[in-house]
């Protein structure tokens, strides 16, 4: 398929999901936090940030309460649900943009982020190239990318490898099939999984068991959040997974530096664009 059409199949999917998903992004502190744990309020004071992938808008909406201003930007109609989900927000502009497209004067942002999004586009290292044009010399760049899993348990890689291979046969299902599906895949592994761990976790003679349960964070985030990423996972019809050196390898390629890079249900990792120097 030619990338432009699978950019607006990609679009259309998702801008599907957060029509049919979204929540009130007041409700999401933790998660915002948890994306963007490397930082402080005190860090955004006063910034020109760009989102690059805003979704729902759940970050746009928390990064408004801190940064100077807020530019969102997204392929499809889900910068619809970004708008309605920062309409009280002043210092957001909302921008209908390809990443591979930015309509952006180079090095313009002060802090760019794009969390689930780059590991979506046709080529992530050439969107990654783009995003840190638009940043400016000593601004910060944030993103988060699916991992590859490569030093998990062989149990766990076997099942993102049989995941993969049912993506397949989901991605080309009509949206409401789909989600009938993921709703089905969500109460399995809700029910085997993450009410088992909330209630076993507390008790040190069960702890170190459910320690190795996968959809831990969903004991937390309740299933709703895990209705919503099974639909994430089986929909998109693109997905590339990085191991932690290629994570550092997109960093280093754009010599950016003060690289930190943390697991987070993925990977999470920033960096900052070095100042110019004179001649």
């Given at each position: 398929m030619h990338p432009s059409n699978l950019k607006k199949w990609t679009?259309?999917?998702?801008?599907?999901?957060?029509?049919r998903f979204r929540v009130p992004p007041q409700d999401m502190a933790d998660n915002f936090w948890g994306y963007f744990q490397?930082?402080?309020?005190?860090?955004?004071?006063?910034?020109?940030?760009?989102?690059a992938g805003s979704g729902m808008g759940r970050h746009t909406y928390f990064l408004a309460q801190f940064a100077g201003e807020v530019v969102a930007i997204d392929l499809?109609?889900?910068?619809?649900?970004?708008?309605?989900?920062?309409?009280?927000?002043?210092?957001?502009?909302?921008?209908q943009a390809d990443i591979d497209h930015l309509p952006f004067q180079p090095e313009s942002f002060d802090f760019i982020c794009s969390?689930?999004?780059?590991?979506?586009?046709?080529?992530p290292k050439a969107g990654f190239h783009r995003l840190v044009h638009c940043l400016r010399p000593g601004g910060t760049l944030h993103?988060?990318?699916?991992?590859?899993?490569?030093?998990?348990?062989?149990?766990?890689?076997?099942?993102?490898a049989l995941i993969t291979t049912l993506r397949r046969l989901t991605?080309?299902?009509?949206?409401?099939?789909?989600?009938?599906l993921a709703w089905l895949v969500a109460v399995v592994g809700y029910l085997s999984f993450a009410l088992p761990y909330r209630y076993l976790s507390p008790w040190p003679a069960t702890d170190r068991l459910v320690k190795q349960f996968p959809l831990q964070?969903?004991?937390?985030?309740?299933?709703?959040?895990?209705?919503?990423?099974?639909?994430?996972?089986?929909?998109?019809?693109?997905?590339?997974?990085?191991?932690?050196?290629?994570?550092?390898?997109?960093?280093?390629?754009?010599?950016l530096v003060d690289v930190h890079i943390q697991p987070h249900y993925g990977w999470l990792a920033c960096g900052r664009k070095p100042e110019k120097t004179g001649k």
């Open positions: 679009a259309d999917s998702f801008a599907y999901e957060w029509q490397f930082f402080s309020p005190e860090f955004f004071r006063g910034q020109r940030v760009l989102e499809g109609g889900a910068i619809r649900v970004t708008a309605a989900n920062t309409a009280t927000q002043r210092n957001v502009r909302l921008v969390i689930g999004a780059l590991h979506h586009l046709p080529d993103v988060y990318l699916y991992w590859a899993l490569e030093d998990a348990a062989a149990w766990k890689r076997s099942t993102l991605v080309p299902l009509p949206h409401p099939l789909l989600e009938r964070r969903y004991a937390k985030d309740g299933f709703r959040v895990c209705y919503n990423d099974q639909f994430d996972r089986l929909s998109a019809p693109l997905e590339h997974r990085f191991t932690r050196n290629h994570v550092l390898e997109l960093f280093a390629l754009e010599g």
